[in-house]
Nanobody, 116 residues
Framework: QVQLVESGGGLVQPGGSVTLSCSSS????????MGWYRQAPGQQREFIAR???????NSADSVTGRFTISRDNAKNTVYLQINSLKPEDTAVYYC??????????WGQGTQVTVSS
């Protein structure tokens, strides 16, 4: 069974930076895209960014300029770098991998808390 393991979350001061990572337990056949969502308490999950296996990336308008998504296909890993962190960035961040056939795999979530 494929598992996505997330790491890198924690307590960060406002204005700081954090890099999250998400790695698959095994090679996923026909991998097409990887991405990130986040969910704040009492809120629905919000799309953050996605990147194709070929390297084409996009992000939500609300986070463009502070969030950067990248990937290392050889390591079966997708990353999310967040700069200039704000308290409203506090949320659980979830990664996903998608195959060309529409199958999704999800990470367990990692907590990012932005507070002084």
């Amino acid at each position: 069974q494929v598992q996505l393991v997330e790491s890198g979350g924690g307590l960060v001061q406002p204005g700081g930076s954090v890099t999250l990572s998400c790695s698959s337990s095994e090679i996923i056949p026909s991998l097409a895209a990887m991405g990130w969502y986040r969910q704040a308490p009492g809120q629905q999950r919000e799309f953050i960014a996605r990147i194709t296996s070929g390297g084409d990336a996009n992000s939500a308008d609300s986070v463009t300029g502070r969030f950067t998504i990248s990937r290392d296909n050889a390591k079966n890993t997708v990353y999310l770098q967040i700069n200039s962190l704000k308290p409203e960035d506090t949320a659980v961040y979830y990664c996903y991998f998608r195959t060309r056939w529409g199958v999704y795999y999800w990470g367990q979530g990692t907590q990012v808390t932005v507070s002084s």
